[in-house]
């Protein structure tokens, strides 16, 4: 037997660091939401108990330092399973590029093998997984769009946005996530109106949305990565109504209401990146909200 699951990527609309934890954690208050542009995970019954990854991608480990091993391998412990399985991961999104591509590929494992396993998880029991394995994967369980506190692993839901286009230029470079949270201790941090943000996204307001959005780790990743800075200043040039770097980088996204904007925002990009797209918001996974 055989289960898929989609798992769409994640673009930050405001994150603020508030400071390093005792637990070596950083708090944070995280406004996401997902979007459409996806990887593809399927989940497969193997005969012996083990656990196989598979990826499409170079570079992504296939063992137990990918997050959907480490997703399978905690659920397996938690429920007492004793059974196999191959996890193969179709990359669509960026590897390395502040969209959650590994976190969203263990949000998509935990679904499929609750399904695979019948195992009869809640939405609550996903997210306690989800919370050993980082700090976005509990967003990515169910999606959509959310205020997420603590380390990432407390999620509160907030309405969909309104409907727009989101450009996303993923510059030829990578950055260490860890890394630029250790960077971002030294500096002084710039920190965006979250509750701002949470209000505008109520009155469906979508200038004040691309007004407010914010990003701390933005200034720390552009001191290594000097394309973000061009990339903004293009896309701005080319009339997107809100520019902001997701995650921790590098990867730069631009929202517009416009379809003949988001067009010239492709096409005029497409001269600077190789790796330039154009998607739609997502809703979150219907079926979960049966689980609350």
Known sequence: MRVLEK???????SLDVLGKRADGYHEVRMVMTSID????VECEDLPEDTISIRTSAPYVPEDERNFAYQAAKCIKETYGIHRGVEISIKKNIPVAAGLAGGSTDAAATIRALNRLWNIGMTYQDMLEIAAKIGSDVAFCVKGGTALATGRGEQIAPLPSLPPCWVILVKPAVSVSTAQIYKDLDSQ??????????????????FQGICHLLGNTLEAVTMKKVAD??????HMKGIGAEGILMSGSGPTVFALTQHES???????GMKGYCSQVFAVRL???FALLSEYE
Do not use: Y
């Not at 798992?7 to 609309?13: D, S, T, V």
């Not at 542009?37 to 593809?40: E, Y």
């Not at 710039?190 to 009155?203: G, Q, S, T, Y």
């Open 7 to 13: 798992a769409p990527a994640k673009i930050n609309l």
């Open 37 to 40: 542009l996806a990887d593809r």
């Open 188 to 205: 002084l941090a710039k920190h965006p109106n979250v509750d701002e943000m949470i209000k505008a996204i109520e009155r469906e307001d």
């Open 228 to 233: 973000i800075a061009k990339i903004k200043a």
């Open 261 to 267: 904007r988001m067009q010239r925002l492709m096409n």
């Open 282 to 284: 997502c809703k979150p």
